[in-house]
């Protein structure tokens, strides 16, 4: 498989880089427009934001918990309305996009938000770690017809086999994911990676919430085709994503970093490479 439709993801394409914006704008539009801006400019693929109707996706036992916030102290459900973005951000952020060159898509959290985000054109889905149990939720995300990647944090095998099941493999990528935030090296589970490829035969990629660029690297040396990583301006702003998010400095590095590796994968063939025939001719006394 070379693509996902018309998605370049796929075993013999480069690696496509997602700078996770997520919540990290605080509900900011000027914010997330210096993120689409760094990302762009350290060279990703695509941006990705997160979709909500807060009265469909909000856990009732969460709704009415105080949560303190940079605009005061509110229930958790008033603080996901006042973080939500709507149709007059998301055209800021299509327009945007278009002029970086750079994809843009979200990860709905109910059905109203891919009922939202077909009506916005995205060119592909996310779905998120928590959602992966959610059957009408996968269901709907299937019925549009275009690429999915999904994350399989916080699930068993047996549960990325159901959701598998259900928005099949024409048009999928599955993500190695840890949900922990920051994730410890001990709980990245790497080897997950060539698992799942081989399992799914589908484009296998991992969504890091670790610190640093190492494991994220290693990923792309088994066989990630997909990075994903959190995206921030500064780790230390508000919020439960920054400390696992990469700044605008990192995110260059890393994007820099995998396509030296991509470079450096080469075939599993064996042999004489140009750099090493004259070395041949001066060290082989025979």
């Known amino acids: 498989m070379t693509s996902l439709k018309d998605l370049p993801v796929g075993q013999t394409s480069p690696v496509y880089i997602v700078g996770e914006i997520g919540i990290n704008h605080n509900g900011d539009i000027e914010i997330a427009k210096q993120l689409m801006m760094a990302a762009a400019d350290a060279g990703v693929n695509a941006v990705k934001f997160q979709k909500r109707n807060p009265a469909m996706s909000t856990p009732v036992a969460m709704r009415d918990k105080m949560r303190m916030t940079p605009w005061g102290e509110m229930t958790y459900l008033d603080y ?4 939500e973005f709507g149709r007059r951000e998301y055209e800021k952020i299509a327009a945007l996009a278009q002029s970086l060159s750079i994809d843009w898509f979200a990860s709905p959290w109910d059905i109203d938000s891919v009922e939202f985000l077909e009506d916005m054109g995205v060119r592909c889905y996310k779905v998120a770690s928590a959602s992966i149990t959610n059957v009408e939720l996968l269901g709907a995300v299937a019925s549009t017809g275009k ?24 048009a999928l990528a599955i993500l190695h994911t840890t949900s922990t935030y920051p994730m410890p090296p001990e709980e990245a589970n790497l080897l997950n990676i060539p ?3 081989q399992r799914y035969g589908v484009p296998v990629g991992y969504s890091g919430h670790e610190t640093g660029l190492q494991i994220s690297l ?10 994903e990583r959190h995206i921030t301006l500064d780790r230390a702003m508000w919020g439960s994503d920054q400390a696992a998010s990469l700044e605008p400095q990192g995110l260059r590095k890393l994007v820099r970093d995998i396509r030296i590796i991509e470079r450096a994968m080469g075939t599993s063939e064996k042999q004489v490479r140009p750099g090493e025939v004259s070395k041949m001719a001066s060290l082989r006394a025979r």
């Open 80 to 83: 996901r309305y006042r973080i």
């Open 147 to 170: 690429p999915i990647l999904m994350s399989t944090g916080m699930s068993t095998i047996a549960d990325v086999d159901a959701a598998v099941k259900t928005v099949g493999t024409d």
């Open 195 to 197: 698992m799942l490829q």
């Open 218 to 227: 290693a990923a792309v040396a088994l066989g990630a085709k997909v990075i």
